[in-house]
């Protein structure tokens, strides 16, 4: 059962990154592009998914267990350090350089796109760095 509502999850947030257009690298260039020719469509879009996911957070978090599990997996709050802050920036870089972010690169796989199987594979290769300089 918890395979199909994460399926089921995973169809859903693909069909919303199509709906909200943010699958169109060009797109989300456009909307980071504020100093340029600037294309605001995509705050909407982070808008409603911002609002859709502080109702679903409120409602879930007033639960004492989760629906499909033991316990809710939350992460510790640990407040601002220098990997959030080296993850953050190559976030935004990796985002700004090719119009693509976790989410819609992975979705794009399907496409076959040569620019989305690129950005996963350094992806990949950055996540893979990442884990290995950890403090163990």
Do not use: E
Not at 31 to 45: E, K, S
Not at 54 to 67: E, G, K, N, Q
């Amino acid at each position: 059962m918890r395979w199909l509502v994460a399926f089921i999850s995973g169809v859903g947030f693909a069909v919303g990154l199509a709906v909200g257009g943010m699958l169109d690298p060009h797109r989300v260039l456009g909307f980071l592009d504020v100093l340029g020719r600037w294309d605001p469509t995509l705050a909407f879009v982070m808008a409603g998914a911002w609002a859709v996911n502080a109702i679903a957070y409120r409602v879930t978090m007033r639960r004492s267990l989760p629906r499909f599990g033991a316990a809710f997996a939350l992460p510790p709050s640990r407040g601002v350090d220098r990997r959030l802050l080296v993850g953050s920036a190559l976030f935004g870089v990796g985002w700004a350089l090719s119009g693509y972010c976790p989410g819609p690169a992975l979705t794009n796989l399907a496409t076959g796109s040569w620019t989305a199987i690129g950005f996963v594979v350094a992806m990949a290769a950055g996540m893979s760095v990442g884990q290995l300089s950890r403090p163990r």
